[in-house]
């Protein structure tokens, strides 16, 4: 293992939390190295395009080729790619239908799915759509989308089922109570006795992109099922925003609302 690689991968960690520039003194006191060892990773750096001296000042800064770098890999990411693995493993668990989806005006698009191999089971396609205030998923992704997109979704309201939200202040009420839990229910909103339970999906800008959710017949995913399955539906939509590159401990980036 080459440490001194290591040590210079530190080096630009520590200058990442930086607001600013960063001094030899203070990253050598960070990372408890000699100031001659932090002098020469520097340059190296330097060197290498990765960091360059605020001569005004004589401290340094990261340049943007790390940005660059990260700008790349994010580019050859894909989302089904990256979630499909998880949602095997949320099949394997659950065994009902598992949805991959997004957001398209009012309505979700599933993007992607795995059928359930019981018998009576949740019908859905690829490339379907269902009405985002009607579904799990789609609320998962409402909670934190934009005022415009939350208000086309009101607009859109419609009385599919007797579960269904027919009201914007319900609306507003139920995807309030998703930002708090961190995912979304379906108590039969778009399909009577098909009910379903989601949560978001983050991007590497904290920006929810899609929701991963399962569904089912009311007669197998009653609500204390539903709650049994919660963490993992959480953990496993967690693990796909990871693999793009969000980091839960980053503040997420502000809804449009705010």
């Known amino acids: 293992m080459d440490k001194t690689f290591l040590k210079g991968l530190a080096v630009m960690e520590a200058m990442s939390q930086d607001e600013g520039s960063s001094g030899v003194t203070e990253l050598?006191?960070?990372?408890?190295?000699?100031?001659?060892?932090?002098?020469?990773?520097?340059?190296?750096?330097?060197?290498?395009?990765?960091?360059?001296?605020?001569?005004?000042?004589?401290?340094?800064?990261?340049?943007?080729?790390?940005?660059?770098?990260?700008?790349?890999?994010?580019?050859?990411?894909?989302?089904?790619?990256?979630?499909?693995?998880f949602m095997e493993q949320l099949a394997a668990v659950t065994h009902e239908t598992v949805h991959l989806s997004i957001l398209d005006g009012a309505d979700v698009l599933y993007i992607e799915k795995i059928d359930?191999?019981?018998?009576?089971?949740?019908?859905?396609?690829?490339?379907?759509?269902?009405?985002?205030?009607?579904?799990?998923?789609?609320?998962?992704m409402l909670a934190w989308a934009s005022v415009e997109d939350i208000a086309l979704a009101a607009e859109s309201l419609q009385a599919h089922t007797p579960q269904s939200i027919t009201s914007a202040a319900e609306l507003d009420r139920q995807l309030q109570q998703v930002r708090k839990?961190?995912?979304?229910?379906?108590?039969g909103e778009w399909r009577e006795q098909v009910v379903g339970l989601a949560a978001p999906i983050h991007?590497?800008?904290?920006?929810?992109?899609?929701?991963?959710?399962?569904?089912?017949?009311?007669?197998r995913l009653d609500e204390q099922v539903i709650r049994d399955h919660v963490p993992f539906v959480m953990e496993m939509a967690d693990q796909v925003s990871q693999r793009l590159g969000y980091r839960p401990h980053l503040p997420a980036a502000p809804r449009a609302q705010d």
């Open 28 to 85: 050598a006191e960070h990372l408890g190295l000699g100031k001659s060892n932090v002098h020469r990773l520097l340059q190296t750096l330097v060197h290498a395009g990765y960091v360059r001296r605020v001569e005004a000042v004589g401290r340094y800064e990261l340049t943007t080729k790390l940005w660059e770098l990260g700008a790349r890999i994010h580019r050859r990411l894909d989302l089904r790619t990256e979630a499909l693995p």
């Open 116 to 140: 359930s191999p019981q018998p009576v089971r949740a019908y859905t396609a690829v490339a379907g759509r269902a009405p985002a205030a009607c579904v799990a998923t789609g609320k998962a």
């Open 181 to 187: 839990l961190g995912y979304a229910v379906n108590t």
């Open 203 to 219: 991007d590497v800008y904290g920006t929810v992109v899609a929701a991963l959710g399962i569904s089912g017949p009311l007669q």
